[in-house]
């Protein structure tokens, strides 16, 4: 479960567990960053704000794990390790274990959407399924 009480990423935890994805940018150069930073890296400014996006992104590159050794895993054994671009911030990299999706069926470059999964009581992390999401059994 992450820290949430961090001031640098609070806010993106607190919409997240609003089922909101939102991403910081800065509000002079109006890069996204993601994760969050004290002082935006192009021009050292502390204007930033967290801005929503769609949550529409396409699947950058992804590996099936299959490795045991973490005991804490087994259970989760095999699954998918991916990174996914957002169309409205195409720099910004998130991961995902694109819950829901077929092994076979996750490809370099398909279209995600961003979904939330509760990993405990009220708290959601942002996830990403297949677009449109899959129909889950
Ligand atoms: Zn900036």
């Known amino acids: 479960v992450p820290a949430q009480t961090d001031p640098l990423t609070q806010e993106f935890w607190e ?5 909101e994805l939102v991403i910081q940018r800065c509000t002079e150069c109006a890069t996204f960053y993601h994760p969050p930073v004290a002082l935006c890296p192009n021009d050292c400014s502390a204007s930033l704000v967290f801005e929503s996006v769609s949550g529409s992104g396409h699947v950058y590159a992804f590996s ?3 490795d045991t050794r973490s005991p804490a895993f087994d259970q989760f054994t095999p699954y998918v390790h991916a990174t996914v671009t957002l169309d409205d911030a195409p720099a910004v990299i998130m991961t995902t274990n694109l819950p829901g999706v077929p092994l076979s069926d996750v490809a370099i ?9 509760e990993i405990a ?4 992390i942002p996830q990403f399924t297949s677009s449109p999401p899959m129909v889950r059994g």
Do not use: K, T
Request: overall charge negative.
């Open 121 to 124: 009581p009220g708290i959601l």
């Open 109 to 117: 470059g398909m279209a995600v959407e961003v979904d939330f999964e």
């Open 64 to 66: 099936i794990i299959h």
């Open 15 to 19: 919409r997240s567990n609003a089922r």
